[in-house]
């Protein structure tokens, strides 16, 4: 595709159970991001990926979140017994290495509700 | 720490007016700064950047020039339309050790016609 996809666009979900939103990066990026961004609020780093490098998950608010990657693939951010606060956009961003200053495509988002 | 600064909104503005949004940083190092934007309804796009101090991003009639003196990096455009109304994020990027970008809170601008 074109850009960065983000599956589900729309997820509610009660309290205490478990999500898994996906992020298609665009073909060729070997960086991807996951941030948060809260009603009203800025983005909020949450974990990144660069190639075969381990992940700096030094953003991930709690044991209870946890993404995975797929070589230069797709990525997975998963949410475990979720609580009212998770509720925010979830925003998905590539990059590639070859450009100068690794500009970062996002994805449109998934929006969170728990309910 | 590294962190970005901008100032609050939301910004009130009437058509053709002129805008500054501002926004400071602290960093290690020497980082790119970023202006995104993002339009209602739609996901964050760049802007414009800047690489090193004293260098002018321009895009779509808006300019920011990173002033390492200042640690400064103030968006500014001379005549508003209602179109640019949107949320502004300022970021850096840092210049060695990774690829973590640290985003600003975001500031929203409403043009009136």
């Known amino acids: 595709g074109a850009g960065v996809s983000q599956s589900p666009s729309n997820k509610v979900t009660e309290k205490g159970k478990d999500v898994e939103l996906r992020c298609d990066p665009i073909?060729?990026?070997?960086?991807l991001y996951w941030y948060r961004q809260r009603l009203g609020q800025g983005l909020e780093f949450l974990i990144y990926?660069?190639?075969?490098?381990?992940?700096?998950k030094s953003g991930l608010p709690s044991d209870r979140f946890s993404a995975e990657r797929t070589g230069e693939s797709v990525s997975t951010l998963t949410i475990q017994r979720t609580q009212q606060e998770d509720s925010a956009v979830y925003l998905c961003?590539?990059?590639?290495?070859?450009?100068?200053?690794?500009?970062?495509?996002f994805g449109p988002g998934t929006r969170l509700t728990v309910t | 720490g590294n962190s970005v600064t901008q100032m609050e909104g939301p910004v009130t503005l009437s058509e053709e007016a002129f805008l500054t949004i501002n926004c400071t940083y602290t960093?290690?190092?020497?980082?790119?700064l970023f202006w995104y934007v993002q339009y209602p309804g739609e996901g964050l796009q760049l802007l414009l950047k800047?690489?090193?101090?004293?260098d002018k991003g321009s895009n779509k009639g808006f300019e920011a020039t990173y002033r390492k003196e200042t640690t400064s990096f103030h968006l500014e455009k001379g005549s508003v339309q209602v179109s640019d109304s949107a949320v502004y994020f300022c970021?850096?990027?840092?210049?060695?050790?990774?690829?973590?970008?640290?985003f600003g809170a975001g500031t929203r601008l409403f043009v009136k016609a």
């Open positions: 800047a690489t090193k101090a004293d």
């Open positions: 073909s060729g990026h070997t960086a």
């Open positions: 970021a850096l990027r840092l210049g060695t050790g990774g690829f973590k970008t640290i």
């Open positions: 960093a290690t190092g020497y980082p790119s």
């Open positions: 961003a590539s990059s590639s290495p070859d450009r100068e200053v690794h500009e970062q495509y």
């Open positions: 990926f660069q190639g075969n490098s381990a992940p700096d």
